[in-house]
Every structure is written in structure tokens, then in C-alpha cells.
């Protein structure tokens, strides 16, 4: 007899259950980091960009066949995109980081 109140209690009132890891970044971001991996003498294809509690985790594909998973400033990506070029050089030296 409880179990159909309690039911009926959750379809009421229903729980959002909270986001534990990262999830997919707005295709935008991706398209932006990819045209700013371009712009650098990395050899590597982005291969996806996730967000995770404010930070970045873009991977790439190298090419010399390996992976790499660089963090990026949530910070940093928003302010390139709105022309900050102190926040530029931040993303393009993240991006560069551990590229040699």
C-alpha cells in the first residue's frame, strides 16, 4: 500500500540526480578549440572536449598515434571566444603545453 503512494510521491515531484564526472562541451567549443589547435604547430586532431567542474578536458590525437588529455581554464576558453588575447595566449599555451 506504500509502495503506490511512494511512487506516486516521484511522479509528482520528480529528482534531478546530480552530474558526477564530466559531460560533453557545446559543439561550439569544440569547433573553437579544434580552430585554435590549428592556428599551432601541434600535430594532433581534437577528438573530444568535455567539461568538468570548470575546466576543459579536451583530447587530442597525436600524430604520432598516441593521446594526449589537456585541461583548459573554463575561464580562458569563454574569454577567447569573446577576443581576449591575454585569454588566447592562455588557451594556445595550454593547448601547447607537454607538446614537445
Sequence with gaps: MALPLLVAAFRMFPQEAPVIGSKPAPVRMMH?????L???PVR?????VEV???SYL????????GL?????SAWDVSR????????L????????????
Design 38 to 40: 590549428g592556428e599551432l
Design 32 to 36: 573553437f578549440i579544434a580552430e585554435v
Design 44 to 48: 594532433g586532431k581534437v577528438v573530444s
Design 89 to 100: 595566449a592562455a588557451l594556445r599555451a595550454g593547448l601547447l603545453r607537454d607538446a614537445g
Design 52 to 54: 568538468d567542474d570548470g
Design 58 to 65: 579536451v583530447t587530442l590525437a597525436l600524430a604520432d598515434g
Design 80 to 87: 577567447s571566444l569573446r577576443g581576449d588575447p591575454e585569454a
Design 68 to 72: 594526449r588529455v589537456q585541461h583548459l
